[in-house]
């Protein structure tokens, strides 16, 4: 009578679901009867998914979740890609300060030196080394170019810090704040002690060459 009413009741639910300890007291004589039927997702071996409780520990079920951000930015977690001049000093402050905000923040900034042997302007939206060095140059996510102060202001609005350059968002300030950067980027060569453009486009070209003629530069 008990195994009848249980068959009974298995058939009106379906087994959709069954708890593993339930599962593993069941009767034998229960599971290999005729008219016993496994859901899809129950074999005789065991479970085809994962089980959330065994022997009274609860387990939380394993879940493969897609970072939606990266898939959107095609495999990359970075926001804004941020082209700075490793040569210079005053920069390089900067630069450092991102670096420690951008811990926090998943990677939102992905940093390319520039002065690197191994910059290529192909995978930077096709800005080469005079006209990355001449300004502040940075890359959104999308692909979009954006320099001077908007530059800046994308950069510390990814690590938290958008409060600095918001009031830039607005005229006269915009204006006025590229003004003054133009300045800034104009002298800084100079200011920061270093040759003029042409000396170093001058170098940067006769090592570009030495590489070319030997495996010195890759090492």
């Not at 009867?33 to 479970?47: I, L």
């Not at 300030?173 to 042409?198: F, H």
Request: hydrophobic fraction near 35%; charge should be positive; proline fraction near 4%.
């Amino acid at each position: 009578m008990a195994l009848r009413s249980a068959i009974s009741v298995g058939r009106r639910a379906n087994l959709g679901a069954i708890s593993a300890k339930s599962f593993l007291n069941t009767p034998k004589t229960f599971l290999n009867h005729p008219h016993f039927s496994f859901p899809n997702h129950v074999t005789k071996s065991g479970y085809s998914y994962s089980i959330r409780a065994i022997q009274g520990t609860s387990v939380e079920p394993i879940s493969l979740k897609v970072d939606e951000k990266e898939k959107q930015n095609g495999g990359q977690n970075w926001q804004v890609k941020m082209l700075y001049d490793g040569d210079c000093p005053l920069c390089m402050r900067e630069v450092n300060m991102l670096q420690e905000r951008n811990k926090k923040y998943n990677g939102a900034i992905k940093f390319v030196d520039i002065s690197s042997d191994d910059y290529s302007p192909e995978d930077n939206q096709g800005l080469d080394y005079m006209t990355a060095m001449g300004r502040i140059h940075a890359v959104l996510s999308d692909g979009t170019v954006v320099k001077d102060v908007e530059a800046f202001r994308k950069l510390y609005e990814a690590v938290g810090l958008g409060w600095i350059y918001a009031i830039t968002k607005y005229e006269p300030v915009a204006s006025i704040a590229d003004a003054v950067y133009g300045v800034w980027a104009k002298y800084r060569l100079q200011i920061t002690g270093r040759p003029p453009m042409e000396e170093i486009l001058k170098s940067r070209t006769k090592k570009g060459g030495m590489c070319n003629d030997s495996d010195t530069c890759k090492m």
